[in-house]
């Protein structure tokens, strides 16, 4: 349906039959700031997706439109930019880019973008759109690559091209998510196992309707500091690559001779990839209110400890806790802004839902959004 209406949106704009490409946003349940500690993280696609629609041209351009923007982008494959330019063709053009640069070469282009991933919520709409025009460019050239390739590829263009240092997370469980699945990441190895999410739970998702402008800028410095975390603790365990490879004994060990700062987002990384592994047996077992307190766990450490947090995530994330039907919950993403996730059981989410909304609204005069939503299949064809 939704393929549908993008088609014929294409055809009236480009004359001609494209092919269309899906991809979804995620949300992460348990495992945040941890991926680019070549740590775990334990995020689900979900039923929120970026559709390209796509077909060849003549000439040697790339056409890159959005029915959300009104602009229309055009780049000459002869000279395409080595760097964004802060626009949201960004993140469709950086994927050709790195298709080239990787010996992919792509034929001329139109490209439709259609997204339904909320924009800024920290439900990945880049990653959603990267996948999407990854695959879509891929559709013309016929290269075979795998999905975590893909994956790879398209946080390359997001390090390099668009100038975000973010890890794998994203754009891996938005190429490989299944539904009513969360997907348990190694993100150093890319191993992954899929884990059954019970049957009667919805994932609320519940948006602050706040960004903090300070949020790429910090999210970078927090990489520093673990970045430094890890330099400090190789003098006592040389053999260390990251954070991930120390344990949480091990840290606290020389806790007196790290700066406070600095031990702090260790000790959140240590003991958030260790709440990880727990959870993901947890689930695995059906014990559902051990998963949701390991949530709660991540929430508080997230908060005091790597301080990505804010009064409105805070808020929200507070409030839920004595509602009806939740059993766990927490911000998800990067942090100082967008949304929580809350495991609320089927029966009670649409009464979650209204008083949640009337709660936050109460506590700070904004109205959320809340979205009830499933774990859905990664990208697709369609
Ligand atoms: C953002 C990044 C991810 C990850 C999270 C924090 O969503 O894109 O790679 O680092 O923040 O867990």
């Known amino acids: 349906m939704k393929s549908t209406e993008l088609a014929r949106s294409f ?26 500690n070549d740590g775990f993280v334990m995020p689900c696609a979900i039923d929120f997706s970026t559709r390209v629609a796509i077909s060849p041209r003549p000439d040697r351009t790339l ?24 626009a949201w063709s960004d993140y469709v053009v950086g994927i050709a880019v790195m298709l080239v640069q990787m010996g992919h ?16 919520a920290g439900l990945s709409s880049s990653a959603a759109v990267e996948v999407a025009s990854a695959l879509a460019l891929l559709s013309l050239n016929g290269a075979r690559i795998s999905l975590p390739e893909i994956a790879k590829l398209c946080q390359r263009s997001e390090n390099h091209f668009v ?34 999410i019970p049957e009667n739970l919805r994932l609320v998702i ?19 500091e ?15 690559r990251a954070l991930r490879d120390v344990s949480v004994e091990q840290l606290k060990e020389h806790a007196a001779e790290i700066p406070e700062a600095i031990y702090k987002r260790c000790l959140h990384v240590v003991s958030e990839n260790a709440r990880v592994l727990a959870g993901a047996q947890y689930l695995t077992n059906g014990e559902v209110a051990q998963f949701g307190r390991l949530m709660r766990e991540s929430h508080r450490s997230l908060s005091d400890l790597f301080e990505v947090s804010c009064r409105e995530l805070d808020v929200m994330a507070e409030i839920a806790q004595d ?50 939503c499933s774990a859905s299949n990664g990208a697709s064809a369609g």
């Open 226 to 240: 673990c970045d430094e975390g890890v330099r400090i603790l190789s003098n006592w365990y040389p053999q260390i």
């Open 323 to 372: 509602l009806e039907g939740y059993r766990g919950g927490r911000m998800t993403g990067g942090g100082f802004g967008g949304c929580t996730v809350n495991l609320v059981t089927t029966e009670s989410s649409e009464k979650f839902v209204e008083r949640i909304a009337e709660r936050y609204r109460s506590a700070t005069g904004i109205h959320p959004d809340i979205y009830v």
């Open 63 to 86: 056409v890159i439109r959005s029915e959300e923007f009104s602009e229309q982008f055009e780049f000459s494959l002869d000279n395409l930019p080595s760097q964004g330019r802060g």
């Open 105 to 120: 070469p792509i034929p001329g282009a139109s490209l439709l973008v259609r997204g339904e991933v909320p924009i800024g």
């Open 163 to 196: 100038g975000a240092r973010v890890g794998i997370m994203d754009q891996f469980v938005s190429c490989l998510g299944k539904a009513d699945h969360a997907l348990l990441l190694d993100c150093r190895s890319l191993e992954f196992k899929l884990i059954p």
């Open 206 to 224: 519940c948006n602050t309707m706040v960004k903090h402008d300070h949020a790429r800028g910090s999210y970078n410095r927090r990489r520093e």
């Open 11 to 36: 055809e009236n704009l480009f004359r001609s039959v494209p092919k269309i490409f899906r991809a979804p946003g995620r949300v992460n349940l348990l495992g945040e700031h941890t991926d680019y």
